[in-house]
C-alpha cells in the first residue's frame, strides 16, 4: 500500500511538472501572437463619449468647468488637459455683446419712414421701444436694403438682424392699402389659417406654420403644391366671409381708391380669386426684384460717371392716412 502511494505521488508530481510545461509554451506563444499582431490602443469610453459630443455642447461643458475652476480637486485640470483634450488653463472670453456693423446698418434703414411706420398708439412697446410696423413685405425690404446701402446681405442674415419692436402689421393695423397685389391675398391667408380648426378639409390642406405669403410665393415648388391644393377645396359647399381691399370711386378723387371692404362668397369664387391673386403676385414679386436691380446698377453707373445721377420715387395711392389722422388727434 505504501508502495502504491508513493508511485501515485510520483505520478502527481509529474504531471504536474507537465501541466506547468505547458502554461509556460502556451503564454510564451500567445505573446509571441500578442507582439506580431497589429492592435489599435484601446479608446476610453469618457473620451469616445466626448469626442461624439457636439462642439457647441463641449464648449457649454467648458465654460460651466470653467466657472468651477477653482474648486475642482488638485490635478484636475492636467487629467482633463490630457485625457480629454480639454484645456482650462485659459480664460475664457465671452462673445462680444456690440452689434456689428451690418446689425446697426439694418436697423436704421428699418427706421426709415418710408421703410417702417410708427405705431400711433404710444402705448404699443416693446422693451422700451414703440413699435414700428413693415410697409412691405420682408423679401421686398431686404431687397431695398441691399440696393440702397450696397451691402450684399444674405436674406437669412437680414431678417437675424431686424429688431424685435419692428414687426409685421395684421389686418387691422393699417387703414390705408399699399399694395392690393400684396396684401389681398396675404390677407384670404390669413382668413383660411384662423378658420382651418372649424373644417377639417383646410386643417389637411393648409401647411403648418406659414403665415406670410411671400415665404409661399418665392419658392416655385412649394407655389405649385399649394395651388393643387387649392383646387380640392372648389367641391367644398360653404360659405366664406373675408376682407379684401377693392377699388372704388371717392367723390373726393378723380380716380379709384383703395377702399377695405368685407365681402361673403362660395369657398369655389374664395378660391378663384385666392389662386389668381397668388399666381399675379408671383409675377408681382419679380418684377419689384427686378427693378430694384436695375436701381442698384443705375446707382453703380452714377457713381462711376460724373454726368449720371439716380432718382428713386415711391408714391401712396391714399394721401389720408389713417395713421396721421390718429398722430394729428384728429
Known amino acids: 500500500m505504501k508502495n502504491k502511494n508513493e508511485r501515485l505521488s510520483n505520478e502527481i508530481k509529474v504531471l504536474r511538472k507537465e501541466n506547468l510545461k ?19 490602443p484601446m479608446t476610453s469610453p469618457t473620451k469616445l463619449f466626448i469626442d461624439n459630443v457636439s462642439p457647441t455642447a463641449k464648449r457649454r461643458a467648458t465654460k460651466r468647468l ?11 485640470l492636467s487629467k482633463l488637459r490630457k485625457k480629454l483634450g480639454i484645456n482650462l488653463s485659459n480664460n475664457y472670453n465671452p462673445p462680444s455683446s456690440t452689434p456689428s456693423t451690418l446689425q446697426k446698418d439694418i436697423e436704421e434703414f428699418l427706421l426709415h419712414d ?8 404710444k402705448k404699443k412697446q416693446l422693451h422700451g421701444k414703440q413699435i414700428r410696423y413693415l410697409l412691405n413685405h420682408l423679401s421686398t425690404i431686404h431687397q431695398r436694403f441691399m440696393t440702397e446701402t450696397g451691402n450684399n446681405c444674405h436674406y437669412s442674415t ?3 438682424y431686424i429688431p424685435d419692436y ?17 396684401l389681398n391675398p396675404q390677407l384670404k391667408l390669413e382668413k383660411l389659417q384662423r378658420i382651418k380648426f372649424l373644417y377639417p378639409v383646410l386643417k389637411a390642406l393648409l401647411p403648418d406654420g406659414l403665415t406670410d405669403i411671400t415665404d409661399l410665393v418665392t419658392d416655385e415648388i412649394k407655389t405649385k ?18 376682407t379684401e381691399w377693392t377699388k372704388k370711386k371717392n367723390y373726393k378723387s378723380n380716380v379709384p381708391v383703395s377702399i377695405k371692404t368685407t365681402l361673403t362668397s362660395s369657398i369655389s369664387d374664395f378660391i378663384t380669386k385666392f389662386s389668381k391673386e397668388i399666381n399675379d403676385l408671383v409675377s408681382h414679386i419679380d418684377r419689384v426684384r427686378q427693378q430694384f436691380r436695375a436701381a442698384k446698377q443705375a446707382r453703380q453707373m452714377a457713381t462711376e460717371q460724373e454726368d449720371t445721377i439716380t432718382i428713386q420715387l415711391d408714391w401712396s395711392e391714399n394721401f389720408k392716412l389713417k395713421q396721421a389722422r390718429q398722430e394729428k388727434g384728429e
Not at 466657472?67 to 490635478?75: Q, S, T
Not at 418710408?114 to 398708439?121: E, I, L, W, Y
Open 22 to 40: 505547458m502554461k509556460r509554451l502556451l503564454s510564451q506563444k500567445r505573446s509571441e501572437e500578442t507582439s506580431t499582431a497589429d492592435t489599435t
Open 66 to 76: 470653467l466657472n468651477k475652476k477653482e474648486n475642482l480637486p488638485r490635478g484636475s
Open 114 to 121: 418710408d421703410v417702417t411706420k410708427q405705431a400711433p398708439d
Open 158 to 160: 437680414f431678417t437675424r
Open 166 to 182: 419692428v414687426l409685421k402689421p395684421s389686418i387691422d393695423d393699417w387703414g390705408t392699402c399699399l399694395c392690393i397685389v400684396c
Open 225 to 242: 403644391d399649394f395651388l393643387d391644393n387649392l383646387v380640392k377645396l372648389e367641391d367644398e359647399q360653404f360659405n366664406i366671409t373675408y
